[in-house]
């Protein structure tokens, strides 16, 4: 029985994967490992529109701690997790914290700047959000999850990943423990 149970295990795991491969390699997204840890973080790149915001670069936020959120709008789990990513901006920004959003859609019907303005407004957003509806920016930190958080550290280095909901607290301890830390 137990061995029945694990070939099954085994079988929808291999299928989840093929599934996730072929969903990114349809939007031209690679399916790499996301960006490791004590790594340099990415720049934003092939960012379509920025929204609450002039373009960033992450070498302007050198001497920040940097919180990158990977969401989309339609997403329920990005939905979820929106009030804790704004809850942390608001407390943190005169602290030395800078949130970006990264809006990637799942659906083309996500690319739509206006739909994802209205998005911002109806969750009050007040951080940047970079609209990477090409991936490039995903791509570039091997990203494939919704949502996905990279903390990055003064120096510009990842120091902290969570993906998907829950862990609160520990991420906001980690966003604490980066901002305690000098320069």
């Known amino acids: 029985m137990f061995s029945r ?12 994967g093929a599934l996730f491969a072929a969903f990114a390699a349809s939007r031209g997204a690679t399916a790499a490992l996301p960006v490791e ?14 929204l609450n915001s002039q373009p960033l670069t992450m070498q302007q936020l050198r001497g920040k701690v940097v919180l990158v959120d990977f969401w989309t709008y339609t997403c329920i789990n990005c939905i979820h997790t929106l009030p804790y990513v704004q809850s942390w901006y608001q407390k ?10 990264v809006h990637t859609p799942e659906y083309p019907f996500e690319r739509d700047t206006g739909k994802v303005s209205a998005a911002i407004k109806q969750y009050g957003l007040g951080y940047p959000v970079a609209q990477d509806n090409e991936y490039a920016t995903w791509n570039a930190y091997g990203n494939q999850y919704w949502p996905a958080l990279y903390l990055i550290d003064k120096k510009g ?27």
Request: avoid cysteine; charged fraction near 20%.
């Open 5 to 16: 149970f694990k070939t099954a295990l085994a079988v929808s795991t291999f299928a989840a």
């Open 37 to 50: 840890r004590n790594s340099t973080a990415p720049e934003f790149t092939g960012i379509d529109k920025w």
């Open 92 to 101: 943190y920004k005169d602290q030395g914290l800078v949130v970006v959003g």
């Open 157 to 183: 280095q990842v120091v902290y990943t969570h993906f998907g909901e829950g862990n609160y607290e520990h991420t906001e301890a980690e966003i604490r423990a980066q901002l305690a830390k000098a320069n």
